[in-house]
């Protein structure tokens, strides 16, 4: 295989995070990978950048690719790096992610291989994942009533739907309750997620979703239901049903994230893929003095958010 070049100059404002099942994106090319290391450490994997040409303007659009559990599968959910893979994205200039995941159903109708398109989050992990850019001399609060981007979502909800009736089924809404893992929930556990009115269930979405929007980065995940959990008559989940359900279903998936790449690479889009909306957002969320900041707090965000405070 060719060895790719070590940098890319050119814009990337778009990421998609790859999770179980989806650890590259055939038929793009690649034109770069970046080894980008942050003050929180390396990222799960190089980052790819992809070249992609668009169906709708015959543009070349750049994308990151990331691999959330590493090149071979070998990071657990709760060993993530979340803040360094959040924080070299945005070095590059990600503003917007578009992040995959393979989900347990919680809910008769959302059957395996049903995708879903989640808007709220319930979480139950368990405080061992670092969670925010803002510690260690310096405190900031962001808003998160709504967890992920409603501009981004409708986006993929339409994408999803232009779909449908050609294997993909998809559902707009949902609340996914992020548990702590690596082993899969009790029967009780997951009776009890059902009462609270989740639709679906992952290891990942958290921390990735909080910190992004510390970031200041639009985030959306797509979900693919795998299995039912082990609420349900048939079979508990086993990694071998995730990993058939993804497999089988793998071309419906890489069809469904091209799509979303298709729609947001066209001009209507670029002030949503920028994040416009959410530039400068931190700065009100920030409750220490610039002056008081602790020189190593300092030294990490003024990497994170350049000439920013
Ligand atoms: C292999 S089953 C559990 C595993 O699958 C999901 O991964 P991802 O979200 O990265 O697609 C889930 O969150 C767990 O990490
Ligand atoms: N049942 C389940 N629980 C947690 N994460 C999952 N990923 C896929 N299926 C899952």
Redesign the pocket.
């Known amino acids: 295989m060719a060895i790719l070049p070590s940098s890319y100059d050119g814009p990337v404002s778009i990421a998609v995070i790859g999770g ?1 099942g989806l650890r590259e994106l055939p038929g793009f090319t690649q034109v770069a990978s970046l080894n980008v290391s942050t003050p929180w450490g390396e990222p799960s994997s190089p980052i790819t950048i992809l070249h992609h040409q668009c169906k709708h303007n015959d543009k070349t659009v750049a994308v990151a690719f990331l691999s959330r559990h590493g090149l071979h599968h070998q990071i657990a959910p709760h060993e993530v790096p979340a803040r360094a893979n959040i924080a070299a994205l945005r070095s590059i200039g990600v503003r917007s992610i578009i992040a995959f995941s ?3 159903s919680l809910q008769e109708a959302i059957k395996p291989r049903d995708f879903v398109v989640p808007d709220q989050i319930i979480d139950r992990t368990k405080g061992v994942r670092p969670w925010t850019y803002f510690e260690g001399g310096v405190v900031a609060h962001v808003p998160f009533g709504d967890p992920f981007d409603e501009g981004m979502a409708k986006v993929v909800r339409e994408c999803g739907h232009s779909l449908e009736g050609d294997g993909v089924v998809l559902h707009d809404r949902g609340t996914i309750v992020c ?1 702590e ?1 690596p082993q ?2 009790t029967r009780a556990e997951s009776n009890m997620y059902r009462a609270w009115g989740g639709s679906v ?3 990942s979405v958290l921390p990735e979703a909080k910190l992004a929007r510390e970031a200041e980065i639009a985030y959306q995940m797509i979900c693919m239901s ?2 039912y ?1 082990c609420w349900h008559d048939s079979a508990d ?1 086993t990694v071998e049903m ?1 990993m058939g359900n993804m497999k089988s279903n793998a071309a419906n998936a890489r069809r469904f994230v091209t799509a979303v790449l298709d729609a947001l690479a066209a001009d209507e889009h670029a002030d949503l893929v920028n994040a416009k909306h959410l530039a400068g957002s931190i700065k009100f969320g920030v409750s220490t003095s610039h002056n008081n900041w602790s020189p190593e707090a300092k030294k990490k965000l003024e990497w994170l958010f350049p000439g920013y405070f």
């Open positions: 179980t393979a989900v347990g548990m893992g899969f929930s269930i992952n290891m795998t299995d959990d989940v995730v």
